[in-house]
């Protein structure tokens, strides 16, 4: 009896953790706000789906359209990374974010010189106009 009750717990837990999933809606457009160096900085994150897909682009003051890569979404927590251009170095730049409905706050990770660096960002999705 005891094996049986823990298999429904275990059972709707994981179903709850789906649930969160199928609640979470990363799709849209989103104001990036960080800081680098006691500077404040801003980016622009678009995500869209495409069937069961999750797909979108990055645009930076200095660089546009960059295409993400590994675009996931797990337990309220979208994670990608996208290629960032500065002069003549290309780096990867890792994201990790929690999303909260309409806001977001997470880490961005950087691979610079063979140091990682980490910084905060946080978001706001843009409401659509109707």
Do not use: H
């Amino acid at each position: 009896m005891k094996s049986i009750l823990s298999a429904v717990l275990v059972l709707g837990l994981c179903g709850l953790a789906s649930a969160r999933d199928d609640k979470t809606d990363p799709v849209g457009t989103w104001k990036c706000e960080y800081e680098i160096g006691g500077q404040k900085r801003t980016s622009t994150l678009m995500i869209k789906k495409d069937g069961d897909k999750l797909d979108g682009t990055m645009n930076w003051p200095d660089q546009k359209d960059a295409k993400l890569k590994d675009v996931k979404l797990k337990d309220g927590t979208l994670t990608f990374s996208a290629e960032r251009v500065i002069m003549d170095n290309k780096l990867t730049v890792e994201y990790k974010l929690m999303i909260d409905g309409d806001k977001f706050k997470g880490k961005v990770a950087v691979d610079v010189g063979g140091q990682k660096q980490e910084i905060d960002i946080e978001g706001k999705r843009e409401k659509k106009d109707k």
